[in-house]
């Protein structure tokens, strides 16, 4: 079993950065893939980022490309979210995941096991 809690969002300045953190519970996070994903308001759920368990693979939806950076730290028991150029449309609520299985990239929800509560990254123009 694992709790995320992410932590990191609040209001910023089109063209600002933000560090999302989530941080896990449980005695395993090593074995979890990770990803990030966002909800806005009337919008459904948009992936942005994955990381395999080992941290050796990434992949980035090419709305957030060159822009955000996905990392984790296994003995920090924490994944980042890396956010920077932030438009107005990146305002929404963000998520992290976690699925165990094998090390792999997972960019869909479904797969994923775990979720965090959202922090909500506001960017004004």
């Known amino acids: 079993q694992v709790q995320l809690v992410e932590s990191g969002g609040g209001l910023v300045q089109a063209g600002g950065s933000l560090r999302l953190s989530c941080a896990a519970s449980?005695?395993?996070?090593?074995?979890?893939?990770m990803g990030w994903f966002r909800q806005a308001p009337g919008k459904g759920r948009e992936f942005l980022a994955a990381i395999t368990w080992r941290g050796d693979s990434t992949e980035y939806a090419d709305s957030v490309e060159g822009r955000f950076t996905i990392d984790k730290d296994n003995t920090q028991k924490k994944a980042y979210l890396q956010m920077n150029s932030l438009k107005p449309e990146d305002t929404a609520v963000y998520y992290c995941?976690?699925?165990?299985?094998?090390?792999?990239?997972?960019?869909?929800?479904?797969?994923?096991?775990?979720w965090g509560q959202g922090t909500q990254v506001t960017v004004s123009s």
């Open positions: 449980g005695r395993t996070f090593d074995t979890y893939n």
């Open positions: 995941a976690a699925s165990g299985g094998p090390s792999r990239l997972i960019v869909a929800a479904a797969p994923y096991d775990y």
